[in-house]
Nanobody, 121 residues
Framework: QVQLVESGGGLVQAGGSLRLSCAASGSWFSLGAMGWYRQGPGKERELVATITSGGSTNYADSVKGRFTISRDNAKNMVYLQMNSLKPEETAVYYC???????????????WGQGTQVTVSS
């Protein structure tokens, strides 16, 4: 099983910055892609950014150039640096990871509990 714990959320003014962190713990055979998703009030959960174990990244168009995802494989951590935040980006931000718990097993999807990010105008 994989446990994901997010931190770093909070209240920030429009145009400000926040850095989210996610720590993975537990046991796994291999930890695959990790990423961040968000769910705003009355909205569906959406992709923000993902990063593979090799460091390849993917971003939602709406955050390109403002957000940066990074990863420390030695520490089993993933980060999301968010700059120039907008009020409409107020949401609960969730950490996600794909992991195999045994050799040749399937990748399973794991989620953290989420961290609230509130951007005031």
């Amino acid at each position: 099983q994989v446990q994901l714990v997010e931190s770093g959320g909070g209240l920030v003014q429009a145009g400000g910055s926040l850095r989210l962190s996610c720590a993975a713990s537990g046991s796994w055979f291999s930890l695959g892609a990790m990423g961040w998703y968000r769910q705003g009030p009355g909205k569906e959960r959406e992709l923000v950014a993902t990063i593979t174990s090799g460091g390849s990244t993917n971003y939602a168009d709406s955050v390109k150039g403002r957000f940066t995802i990074s990863r420390d494989n030695a520490k089993n951590m993933v980060y999301l640096q968010m700059n120039s935040l907008k009020p409409e980006e107020t949401a609960v931000y969730y950490c996600n990871a794909l992991a195999r718990t045994y050799n040749s097993g399937p990748y399973a999807n794991y989620w953290g509990q989420g961290t609230q990010v509130t951007v005031s105008s």
